[in-house]
């Protein structure tokens, strides 16, 4: 039905930047709601960053005013810009949203992308 594919992700030193794409192609008719999670090595998955249907965004404490989420409804692709990255943030990086199919007779869907790694070191 619909497929995500990230992007962007990479080996950056403590204080740099990085910006992830998230893709999402197949039947739609319109994105909603995308998000960012994240993993570290031995840790559970974690919500970074959420952006609504109609643009409000949402951060984890841990991510606040370094990263911001966007999304591009006209490219169905959504981004996630991380900046003052900290070796903390080493993890791999999800993206997942919500989509109405096309047709709209189809209804909701949701999906996730296999992840992109983001190394960060100090």
């Known amino acids: 039905q619909v497929q995500l594919v990230e992007s962007g992700g990479g080996l950056v030193q403590a204080g740099g930047s990085l910006r992830l794409s998230c893709a999402a192609s197949?039947?739609?008719?319109?994105?909603?709601?995308m998000r960012w999670y994240r993993q570290a090595p031995g840790k559970q998955r974690e919500l970074v960053a959420t952006?609504?249907?109609?643009?409000?965004?949402n951060y984890a404490d841990f991510v606040k005013g370094r990263f911001t989420i966007s999304k591009d409804s006209t490219k169905n692709t959504g981004y996630l810009q991380m900046n003052d990255l900290k070796p903390d943030d080493t993890a791999v990086y999800y993206c997942?949203?919500?989509?109405?199919?096309?047709?709209?007779?189809?209804?909701?869907?949701?999906?996730w992308g296999k992840g992109t790694l983001v190394t960060v070191s100090s």
């Open positions: 997942n949203a919500d989509f109405l199919l096309y047709p709209t007779t189809r209804g909701y869907a949701s999906a």
């Open positions: 197949g039947s739609i008719f319109r994105t909603d709601a």
């Open positions: 952006v609504t249907g109609g643009g409000s965004t």
